[in-house]
């Protein structure tokens, strides 16, 4: 059941997504008539769990102010849920990559990746490491701001200066991956503390990923999960033949990217393109000349219908205090509880969901 109305002030208007732990809504304000957006997470039933948005609410604050981040207007409990109310932002990158038959070219992704890697910069710059960048979590803003890129979601942040010494948090190994199996970086399948180049890692598998529509680790087969997260670590290996072959096979800066991320700069300079913001789904003459858009790449639902919902992401690794949720599609949904603290993470319980349509992050 939808409210009506949350903190009194605010009209609810339409659903604009559903997240694994929450929803977001589209409201507009009583009085002045803006449209904002308002994340609603109702209190976990079950005492194993812990609700995620005060965290979240807790991190935007350490970057308030910034652009290209979600402004908070208000966060806490009303009508016994917890909300967040911020601006409301635009398409995801994942629904504009849709959009754009599947991929993106060069210049959308040096026009995008510029701004990607400058967010990511600014929240390391303030502690704050991202853990699950992924196209789902940056969305363009909306009105005189659509050319600017958020990144939000930053519901897996966490900090990674000790506020108490000011210095970086100790190197730890042996540890349970947090974050999308799909983008997350080969140190985090070896089970490493994630630091800031993991978060820049995950961004290169990104910026590859909206480049050539897939990566090389989708859709593989592996006789059980176990075997698939160790198929897809040996191909994200930056030596192995997969990731090298990937590589040869995408735009020069690719490699550089690795070691500096600024080389889309120069490749912008080189082909004598201009900052003009004509991303490829206002002017599609950068992408091959194609013919129909592909059936797998329709406009996402919510472009015509934006009373449907999104069905929970799957294969979100997420880290609450001392406990862990890993979901894995595999024709039904599983959630497995595990206990990370003493490690090795121990098996506490798997719960099965109902099989969903929304494709598999693996
Ligand atoms: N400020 C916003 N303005 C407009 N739409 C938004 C906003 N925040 C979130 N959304 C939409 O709601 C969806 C779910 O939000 P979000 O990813 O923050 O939820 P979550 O529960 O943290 O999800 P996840 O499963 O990725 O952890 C997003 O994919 C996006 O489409």
């Not at 196209?135 to 200066?161: E, Q, T």
């Amino acid at each position: 059941m939808l409210p009506l109305r949350v903190c009194r002030l605010y009209q609810f208007n339409k659903v604009l997504g559903q997240g694994s732990f929450s929803e977001v809504y589209g409201v507009f304000h009583l009085t002045s008539g803006g449209e904002t957006a308002i994340k609603v997470e109702m209190p976990p039933e079950e005492d194993w769990k812990v609700a995620t948005l005060p965290y979240e609410a807790a991190i935007h604050r350490h970057l308030r102010g910034h652009y290209g981040f979600p402004s908070i207007f208000w966060s806490g409990m009303d009508g016994g849920a917890h909300v967040i109310v911020m601006e409301r932002l635009g398409a995801t990158i994942e629904d504009l990559r849709r959009l754009c038959r599947g991929h993106f070219s060069m210049k959308t992704i040096c026009m995008l990746a510029e701004q990607m890697i400058t967010r990511i910069e600014f929240a390391h710059s303030r502690g704050i490491i991202i853990r699950d960048v992924k196209p789902h979590n940056f969305a363009m803003g909306i009105k005189r701001r659509a050319n600017l890129v958020y990144l939000f979601d930053l519901g897996l942040g966490k900090l990674y200066v000790d506020p108490t010494t000011g210095q970086h948090k100790p190197f730890r190994e042996g540890l349970v991956g947090v974050g999308t199996v799909r983008y997350a970086s080969a140190n985090v399948h070896a089970g490493k503390e994630q630091g800031r180049r993991d978060d820049i890692i995950a961004l290169g598998h990104n910026l590859l990923y909206l480049l050539h529509g897939r990566l090389p680790w989708q859709g593989i087969y592996a006789p059980s999960i176990e075997a698939k997260l160790r198929r897809i670590w040996e191909m994200k290996e930056p030596e192995g033949k997969v990731m090298r072959e990937f590589i040869a096979r995408s735009p020069p800066e690719f490699s550089a990217f690795f070691n500096h991320c600024y080389s889309l700069r120069d490749r912008m300079k080189k082909e004598g393109w201009s900052y003009d913001w004509r991303f490829d789904w206002l002017d599609p003459s950068g992408l091959e000349a194609g013919t129909l858009m592909a059936d797998c790449y329709k406009i996402d639902e919510r472009f015509v219908n934006l009373e449907s919902t999104e069905l929970p992401q799957p294969s979100v690794l997420v880290e609450l205090d001392h406990l862990l949720f890993i979901g894995i599609t595999k024709g039904t949904v599983e959630w497995h509880l595990l206990k990370l603290d003493p490690q090795p993470p121990t098996l506490i319980k798997t719960y099965h969901f109902a099989a969903h349509t929304k494709p598999s992050n693996l």
